[in-house]
């Protein structure tokens, strides 16, 4: 059980490119989520998916688009860069069943904008 | 959408306990109280939750006040590993998308 992945772990952008950030789970959950960590902050949520065909925004979700795959993958896309998004992302699954929601978070992928 | 307040930062002496507040005084009745810690820049990690009883497993114990408005984190023994930022969040199966971590606690435990 590799519980939840990110890739890549590190990536650094001119302003302007584009990239994609993804996301695996596999523990069978309905929900994924995105969020994002400044530096001294805490994390605020970019896009999340309820449940395999759906997504909503977040607190922050302008400059950024969101795709859930299947019910394993969540994807982050950056379509232009700006460096006020250079941050740690964090990508999170939950079951979001029954009255619980405990989240598990992956490593985080640390994201440069130049 | 039900929001938490921390303080921003407390020590506390290797090996004492370690109790962290929190207030939540907006929770509503089908919400439920996570803890979760963040140590260095690695992801989040859960801790414990509980609805509106006292809660205790192998990492920390969880009480809730009687009127549900706020509540403590305890580390029994904390330790030099247990340096970390705590977050109190509040979220329920209806909310599972709008709840917000805040800045949380930043506890150093000290030798």
């Known amino acids: 059980n590799a519980g939840v992945t990110q890739t890549p772990k590190f990536q650094v952008l001119k302003t302007g490119q584009s990239m994609t950030l993804q996301c695996a789970q596999d523990?069978?959950?309905?929900?994924m989520y995105w969020y994002r960590q400044d530096p001294g902050m805490g994390l605020r949520l970019i896009y999340y998916?309820?449940?395999?065909?759906?997504?909503d925004k977040g607190e922050v979700p302008n400059g950024y688009n969101v795709s859930r795959l299947n019910k394993r993958e969540f994807s982050l896309r950056l379509e232009s860069a700006a460096p006020s998004q250079t941050s740690v992302y964090f990508c999170?699954?939950?079951?979001?069943?029954?009255?619980?929601?405990?989240?598990?978070f992956g490593p985080g992928t640390r994201l440069t904008v130049l | 959408d039900a929001k938490t307040t921390q303080p921003p930062s407390m020590d506390c002496a290797e090996g004492r306990a370690a109790n962290l507040p929190c207030n939540h005084s907006?929770?509503?009745?089908?919400?439920?109280v996570y803890w979760y810690r963040q140590i260095h820049s690695q992801g989040p990690q859960y801790i414990i939750h509980?609805?509106?009883n006292n809660e205790t497993n192998e990492m920390a114990s969880l009480i809730i006040t009687e009127d549900r408005k706020s509540s403590t984190l305890i580390l029994p023994h904390a330790t030099l590993r247990d340096t970390a930022v705590y977050y109190c969040?509040?979220?329920?199966?209806?909310?599972?998308?709008?709840?917000?971590f805040g800045d949380g606690t930043t506890l150093t435990v000290k030798p």
């Open positions: 969040i509040v979220r329920g199966y209806a909310n599972a998308g709008k709840s917000t």
């Open positions: 998916s309820a449940s395999e065909g759906t997504t």
């Open positions: 509980g609805l509106k």
């Open positions: 907006t929770i509503s009745g089908n919400e439920y």
């Open positions: 999170a699954s939950s079951e979001n069943r029954f009255f619980t929601d405990t989240q598990y």
């Open positions: 523990m069978n959950h309905n929900s």
